[in-house]
């Protein structure tokens, strides 16, 4: 499945950015769809992934209660939405896909990968 990350930008601390993932191509529900991020002179980490057909989401412990992640079927979407945003949260996020669980969290074990978008949080 192709993906097609966007939604990044420039945002003030405190402030919120919704990413979207279009998949193009049929979504299994065994499948998981799932958010990484790259912030500078870091290496890629996992954000909060969901399960396509249960639903069952999985976050990071640094973004929690912060972050939502949410799909839409009609629109073969998953999106990322990121409230209470920190100087920290500045990275380029990813989003990918998994045939397994959400609670997979290595960015090895995920096949498919959308470009990245850049989201930056100024102080």
């Known amino acids: 499945v192709q993906l097609q990350a966007s939604g990044g930008g420039l945002v003030q601390a405190g402030g919120s950015l919704r990413l979207s993932c279009t998949a193009s191509?049929?979504?299994?529900?065994?499948?998981?769809l799932g958010w990484f991020r790259r912030a500078p002179g870091k290496e890629r980490e996992f954000v909060a992934s969901?399960?396509?057909?249960?639903?069952?989401?999985n976050y990071v412990r640094t973004v929690e209660g912060r972050f939502t992640i949410s799909r839409d079927t009609a629109k073969n979407t998953v999106y990322l939405e990121m409230n209470s945003l920190k100087p920290e949260d500045t990275a380029v996020y990813y989003c990918?896909?998994?045939?397994?669980?959400?609670?997979?969290?290595?960015?090895?074990?995920?096949?498919?990968w959308g470009q990245g978008t850049l989201v930056t949080v100024s102080s």
């Open positions: 990918a896909s998994i045939t397994g669980s959400p609670y997979i969290t290595s960015p090895r074990d995920y096949r498919d």
């Open positions: 191509g049929r979504i299994y529900s065994s499948a998981s």
């Open positions: 969901m399960n396509w057909g249960s639903r069952s989401t």
